[in-house]
Nanobody
Framework: QVQLVESGGGLVQPGGSLRLSCTTS????????IGWFRQAPGKEREGIGC???????????NYVDSVKGRFTISRDDAKNTVYLQMNNMKPEDTAVYYC?????????????????WGQGTQVTVSS
Protein backbone atom coordinates (compact mmCIF):
# COMPACT_ATOMS: atom_id res chain seq x y z
CA GLN A 1 0.00 0.00 0.00
CA VAL A 2 1.42 3.38 -1.06
CA GLN A 3 1.04 6.00 1.66
CA LEU A 4 1.14 9.74 1.00
CA VAL A 5 1.04 12.30 3.81
CA GLU A 6 0.19 16.00 3.45
CA SER A 7 1.17 18.59 6.04
CA GLY A 8 1.35 22.36 6.46
CA GLY A 9 -2.31 23.34 6.43
CA GLY A 10 -3.91 25.75 8.83
CA LEU A 11 -5.49 29.17 9.19
CA VAL A 12 -4.07 32.10 7.25
CA GLN A 13 -5.26 35.66 6.61
CA PRO A 14 -6.08 36.88 3.11
CA GLY A 15 -2.85 37.88 1.38
CA GLY A 16 -0.81 35.48 3.48
CA SER A 17 1.16 32.40 2.47
CA LEU A 18 1.34 28.71 3.27
CA ARG A 19 3.55 25.91 2.04
CA LEU A 20 2.11 22.41 1.94
CA SER A 21 4.28 19.30 1.84
CA CYS A 22 3.60 15.84 0.44
CA THR A 23 5.84 12.98 1.48
CA THR A 24 6.00 9.22 1.02
CA SER A 25 8.05 6.58 2.75
CA UNK A 26 8.32 4.58 -0.49
CA UNK A 27 11.87 5.14 -1.70
CA UNK A 28 10.96 3.64 -5.09
CA UNK A 29 8.61 6.61 -5.67
CA UNK A 30 11.22 9.34 -5.29
CA UNK A 31 10.92 11.63 -8.30
CA UNK A 32 7.51 10.25 -9.33
CA UNK A 33 4.85 12.47 -10.87
CA ILE A 34 2.61 14.02 -8.18
CA GLY A 35 -0.59 16.04 -8.44
CA TRP A 36 -2.20 18.52 -6.06
CA PHE A 37 -5.97 18.78 -5.66
CA ARG A 38 -8.38 20.66 -3.45
CA GLN A 39 -12.01 20.26 -2.45
CA ALA A 40 -14.05 23.12 -1.01
CA PRO A 41 -17.20 22.46 1.04
CA GLY A 42 -20.06 21.37 -1.21
CA LYS A 43 -17.92 21.39 -4.35
CA GLU A 44 -16.23 18.83 -6.57
CA ARG A 45 -12.59 17.90 -6.15
CA GLU A 46 -10.49 20.20 -8.32
CA GLY A 47 -7.10 19.57 -9.87
CA ILE A 48 -4.64 22.37 -9.09
CA GLY A 49 -1.60 21.13 -10.96
CA CYS A 50 0.98 18.41 -11.36
CA UNK A 51 4.75 18.11 -11.25
CA UNK A 52 6.26 15.75 -13.80
CA UNK A 53 8.68 12.94 -13.05
CA UNK A 54 12.22 14.08 -12.36
CA UNK A 55 13.31 11.83 -15.23
CA UNK A 56 11.98 14.45 -17.69
CA UNK A 57 12.98 17.46 -15.62
CA UNK A 58 10.15 17.78 -13.11
CA UNK A 59 8.28 20.52 -14.98
CA UNK A 60 4.96 21.71 -13.60
CA UNK A 61 1.52 22.26 -15.12
CA ASN A 62 -1.21 24.38 -13.55
CA TYR A 63 -4.82 23.54 -14.36
CA VAL A 64 -6.75 26.23 -12.46
CA ASP A 65 -6.67 29.80 -13.75
CA SER A 66 -7.51 31.22 -10.33
CA VAL A 67 -4.18 30.05 -8.84
CA LYS A 68 -1.82 30.84 -11.73
CA GLY A 69 0.84 33.27 -10.57
CA ARG A 70 0.03 32.56 -6.91
CA PHE A 71 0.61 28.81 -6.42
CA THR A 72 3.84 27.00 -7.28
CA ILE A 73 4.59 23.27 -7.22
CA SER A 74 8.16 22.16 -6.61
CA ARG A 75 10.08 19.17 -5.29
CA ASP A 76 13.16 18.20 -3.33
CA ASP A 77 13.98 14.61 -4.24
CA ALA A 78 16.69 14.45 -1.58
CA LYS A 79 13.90 14.87 0.99
CA ASN A 80 11.36 12.82 -1.00
CA THR A 81 8.99 15.78 -0.74
CA VAL A 82 6.74 17.67 -3.15
CA TYR A 83 5.64 21.18 -2.16
CA LEU A 84 2.70 23.44 -2.92
CA GLN A 85 3.68 27.04 -2.20
CA MET A 86 0.58 29.23 -1.90
CA ASN A 87 1.00 33.02 -1.93
CA ASN A 88 -1.45 35.93 -1.89
CA MET A 89 -4.12 33.63 -0.57
CA LYS A 90 -7.81 34.41 -0.95
CA PRO A 91 -10.89 33.26 0.99
CA GLU A 92 -11.95 31.18 -2.02
CA ASP A 93 -8.78 29.11 -1.58
CA THR A 94 -10.33 27.60 1.55
CA ALA A 95 -10.50 23.83 1.01
CA VAL A 96 -9.06 20.49 1.96
CA TYR A 97 -5.87 20.02 -0.06
CA TYR A 98 -4.66 16.62 -1.26
CA CYS A 99 -1.64 15.22 -3.00
CA UNK A 100 -2.07 12.21 -5.25
CA UNK A 101 0.07 9.83 -7.28
CA UNK A 102 -0.75 8.20 -10.63
CA UNK A 103 0.76 4.75 -11.11
CA UNK A 104 1.80 5.61 -14.67
CA UNK A 105 4.72 7.95 -14.13
CA UNK A 106 3.24 10.89 -16.00
CA UNK A 107 1.15 13.91 -15.08
CA UNK A 108 -2.63 13.62 -15.34
CA UNK A 109 -5.51 15.98 -14.65
CA UNK A 110 -8.67 14.20 -13.54
CA UNK A 111 -9.02 12.77 -10.02
CA UNK A 112 -9.97 9.33 -11.36
CA UNK A 113 -6.61 9.15 -13.13
CA UNK A 114 -4.73 9.12 -9.79
CA UNK A 115 -4.30 5.87 -7.89
CA UNK A 116 -3.05 6.87 -4.42
CA TRP A 117 -4.12 9.77 -2.22
CA GLY A 118 -3.05 11.42 1.00
CA GLN A 119 -5.48 12.06 3.84
CA GLY A 120 -5.79 15.77 3.05
CA THR A 121 -4.90 18.87 5.04
CA GLN A 122 -7.33 21.70 5.82
CA VAL A 123 -6.51 25.20 4.60
CA THR A 124 -8.69 28.07 5.80
CA VAL A 125 -8.24 31.65 4.56
CA SER A 126 -10.10 34.11 6.76
CA SER A 127 -9.70 37.41 8.56
Amino acid sequence: QVQLVESGGGLVQPGGSLRLSCTTSESSLVGHAIGWFRQAPGKEREGIGCISTSFIGGGTTNYVDSVKGRFTISRDDAKNTVYLQMNNMKPEDTAVYYCALPLPNACRKAPWEFDYWGQGTQVTVSS
